[in-house]
Nanobody, 125 residues
Framework: QVQLGESGGGLVQAGGSLRLSCAAS????????MGWFRQAPGKEREFVAT????????YYADSVKGRFAISRDNAKNTVYLQMNSLKPEDTAVYYC??????????????????WGKGTLVTVSS
């Protein structure tokens, strides 16, 4: 069982930056690939970024590539999402998720075993 808790969301102007954190409970954090997803009002949840168990492999949605960076610190049981050059269309609730039964990384929400409750990011124009 893994419990996930996101933090770091808030209101930021377009062009600004935010760093989201997701803290995980338990001693097996390094056994899970981690991902960030987001859901904007009236839209379906979409993939943002994912990182492998040791942090060596990352993958991003085209919409955030070059602006966002995912990283993890297994000693601190935490995964991060650094978001730069934010745009109003990045406004959403951001969720972190953990996947145990996959080879390396996945962009599929259905492959995730555990989810956090989300943190709201609002980007004003």
């Amino acid at each position: 069982q893994v419990q996930l808790g996101e933090s770091g969301g808030g209101l930021v102007q377009a062009g600004g930056s935010l760093r989201l954190s997701c803290a995980a409970s338990g001693r097996t954090f390094s056994s899970y690939a981690m991902g960030w997803f987001r859901q904007a009002p009236g839209k379906e949840r979409e993939f943002v970024a994912t990182i492998s168990r040791n942090g060596g492999v990352t993958y991003y949605a085209d919409s955030v590539k070059g602006r966002f960076a995912i990283s993890r610190d297994n000693a601190k049981n935490t995964v991060y999402l650094q978001m730069n050059s934010l745009k109003p269309e990045d406004t959403a609730v951001y969720y972190c998720a953990a996947a145990g039964a996959i080879a390396a990384i996945t962009a599929r929400a259905g492959a995730m075993d555990y989810w956090g409750k989300g943190t709201l990011v609002t980007v004003s124009s």
